[in-house]
């Protein structure tokens, strides 16, 4: 066990005000978080007592039979559109799904991400954002059906494809996504929270769930069927026996004989490559289904793509992807649009894929637009949009709602910003509880710091020649700093030295220093980018992973210091606003250094004169470097104009008020040569540069 220890009480007293003040926009992590239910001593319990049903409800049934899918004794198909209620503030859920029903869609379906929902070990939280039974309930309300895609891995794009962080500090190490009994054992403990929340949402019950898949496209990945078999035990023993519960997978072969379950009670479904004949996968899925339980379905009919930090905008021909989905409901088979809308991944949970290794590391953009015919803010005013909703309307049985028109925009103009803390003020005004020390260094989750930074210090002796630091193996990105920390002269300055990355491992050349006490103070922060959410290399700790080596020796002696950033299902715990002061701005002025890169906050505000005012808007980044952004304590994600394509973040309407809205970001490489952030109407993904080394990730 790592031992926790007091650290930098010098300088404690004279920031503690200053520190107060920054965090209302940034906040101490406090989960919003309820009890853990008792936990059941075996797969196999018995489904909750029914509760007495009328006979209108007795009618109601979702089942397949003749190879279609039924809804009470008429025959039903099915489309639907992925949309995901942890990427829409709980504020513009009803806008987004009445854009989804105008477009002619009957069915919606959603991941549960396990992540948002246990961010630490037996605490949950279903409200905010996370409030999934309030999202099923809206859908009813509208008369959408509801897909649910319980996981227990989700992949889409999320951090660790929806596994909590937390599974990976588990000692022994669980696998994951394997019949593992350690890991099996927690999976039965989030199910028997989540679902019997869902049990009374199902159809037959009253609700709008039809269906509920288990785990996602496993046969990508694994061939172990004991623990699909496990995941169906458990599902059918909180929801009963006559739920369809279905698998997804790839319509090949060999995905489809590795991610299916050989039961007759559980559906097989398939996606494909938009374009694809549709035809020969349909009839490879039969193969997968038993006799007359084989409707055709592709669950992932793709409307677009995903994209990576330094890659182009992902864009797909809105009359190729229509034609593509009408030769599938010509012929009365179902689609799943994913997505129908993407929305944004708020906070630090936006997730990341991998190439040939693990090094080929891959992070997606904040936005989640995905190129849906629902843009990023909810515009429907598109061509993708107007081409699917003639196809739709074609096929679709369902009475189409008058299309809304696009929620209104405001550029408020420009913000100037003023730099209010410094990096190392932020380690000095760390609890010293949540600091550990240790031989080596440890990972993000090994510390109990899940996302987002940590500064890992440790000191060394300098020579006259300099140095040479090298990690082999550091998630993600690591920026180097060194300090003369006890030496009156720059107590407190950190001196930028370089940057090594994941990707692109180069070692670092330390300067030599003249430190009055001969010793030089080592500072490494490591920022966690997103962990890879999809293939063999999933189980991705982040922080600094191996030794350090110094001059090709081990360097030994670390102290871990977290930087106390609040994550989408947490709160901050102050409540009052932050002034930025001009006594402030002087105290912390940048060093004269033109080399100088320390990271730091940097706040500013803007103002809204009334409610009528209030419109959506997105802050462009233009000019910054690279960070994080907080609009009135909200985190908005992650923004890296330099290596684009994400110029702008979305910042929904809901988010601002009447009166002074602040804006908190942590600028990690070099701020806005007049610290200027704008406010504007529009989305952009125009930045970056073509010759970006990220886009080999």
Not at 146 to 173: N, Q, T
Not at 223 to 229: E, G, P, S, T
Not at 452 to 463: N, T
Not at 573 to 601: C, G
Request: aromatic share 12%; proline share 7%.
């Amino acid at each position: 066990m790592m031992v926790k220890i007091s650290w930098l009480s010098r300088g404690r007293h004279r920031l503690a005000f200053v520190f107060l003040l920054v965090l209302v926009a940034v906040g101490i992590c406090v989960p919003v978080l309820a009890l853990l239910p008792s936990l059941s001593s075996h797969h196999q319990s018995l489904p909750p007592p029914a509760l007495p049903r009328d006979e209108k409800m007795m009618s109601r049934r979702f089942y397949i039979k003749d190879d279609k899918f039924w809804k009470d004794e008429s025959p039903f198909q099915i489309i639907g559109g992925d949309l995901h209620y942890f990427r829409v503030l709980p504020e513009y859920w009803e806008d987004r799904l009445l854009r989804a029903k105008a477009l002619g869609l009957n069915t919606i379906q959603t991941y549960v991400p396990w992540n948002l929902h246990e961010p630490k070990p037996g605490k949950f939280a279903f409200e905010g954002i996370a409030d999934v039974v309030s999202f099923i309930k809206l859908c009813q309300k509208l008369d959408l059906l509801v897909m649910l895609r319980a996981g227990p891995y989700i992949c889409g794009e999320w951090d660790l494809g929806g596994f909590p962080a937390w599974l990976l500090s588990v000692k022994p190490p669980l696998k994951l996504r394997t019949a593992d009994p350690a890991y099996l054992k927690l999976v039965e403990r989030w199910w028997s929270v989540l679902l019997p929340k869902v049990s009374p949402l199902l159809y037959r019950n009253g609700g709008p769930v039809i269906m509920v898949q288990i785990e996602n496209e496993y046969g990508s990945y694994g061939n172990d069927k004991v623990y699909l078999r496990n995941l169906v035990t458990m599902a059918t023993g909180h929801l009963g026996n006559d739920i369809i519960l279905y698998t997804t997978d790839g319509g090949t072969r060999a995905t489809l004989e590795k991610g299916t379950v050989p039961l007759y009670d559980v559906y097989s479904a398939v996606d494909f490559s938009t374009g694809d004949d549709p035809w020969p996968i349909f009839d490879l899925q039969k193969k997968f289904n038993a006799p007359g339980r084989s409707p055709p379905l592709s669950s992932e009919f793709y409307t677009g793509w995903l994209t990576h930090w330094g890659e182009k905008i992902a864009n797909t021909d809105a009359e190729f992807t229509a034609a593509s989905l009408e030769k599938i409901l010509s012929r009365n088979c179902s689609a799943v649009l994913y997505m129908v809308h993407g929305g944004t991944n708020f906070g630090f949970y936006s997730g990341a894929n991998t190439g040939s290794d693990e090094f080929d590391y891959k992070p997606d953009l904040t936005s989640y637009d995905y190129d849906a015919p629902i843009k990023e803010s909810g515009d429907i005013d598109n061509p993708k949009f107007k081409a699917f909703q003639r196809v739709i309307k074609k096929y679709s049985a369902a009475p189409h709602s008058l299309t809304p028109s696009n929620n209104k925009r405001k550029a408020y103009g420009p913000i100037k910003m003023q730099r209010t803390m410094s990096l190392f003020d932020l380690m000095s005004m760390t609890d010293p509880v949540d600091v550990i020390t240790s031989t080596n260094p440890i990972s993000m989750e090994s510390a109990g710091h899940m996302f987002g930074f940590l500064v890992y210090e440790s000191s060394y002796i300098s020579k006259k020649s300099g140095n040479i630091l090298r990690i082999p193996k550091v998630h993600d990105r690591a920026q180097v700093f060194v300090s003369c920390l006890f030496q009156d002269v720059d107590g407190g300055v950190l001196r930028y030295i370089g940057t090594t990355e994941r990707w692109n491992n180069q070692p670092v050349s330390v300067p030599t220093t003249e430190c009055t006490f001969n010793t030089t103070s080592l500072f490494i922060l490591v920022e966690n980018m997103g962990r890879v959410n999809y293939g063999p290399y999933i189980f991705d700790e982040k922080g600094i992973l191996s030794p350090v080596y110094l001059d090709g020796e081990i360097l030994h002696g670390w102290k871990m210091i977290p930087i106390p950033f609040h994550n989408l299902n947490q709160i901050p715990n102050f409540s009052f606003e932050m002034q930025p002061t001009e006594k402030r701005s002087v105290q912390f002025e940048l060093t004269k250094d033109v080399h100088q890169k320390e990271p730091a906050l940097f706040t500013g505000a803007f103002s809204i004169n009334s409610v009528e005012e209030i419109k959506d808007t997105y802050l462009s980044f233009n000019g910054w470097g690279k960070g994080v952004a907080f609009v009135n304590k909200f985190n908005i994600g992650r923004y890296w104009p330099s290596v684009g394509p994400q110029c702008n973040l979305y910042v929904p309407a809901p988010l601002l008020k009447p009166g002074r809205n602040y804006v908190v970001i942590f600028e990690l490489e070099s701020p806005h040569v007049d610290l200027l952030l704008r406010a504007v109407d529009r989305e952009d993904f125009t930045c970056g540069s073509n010759d970006s080394k990220v886009n080999q990730l």
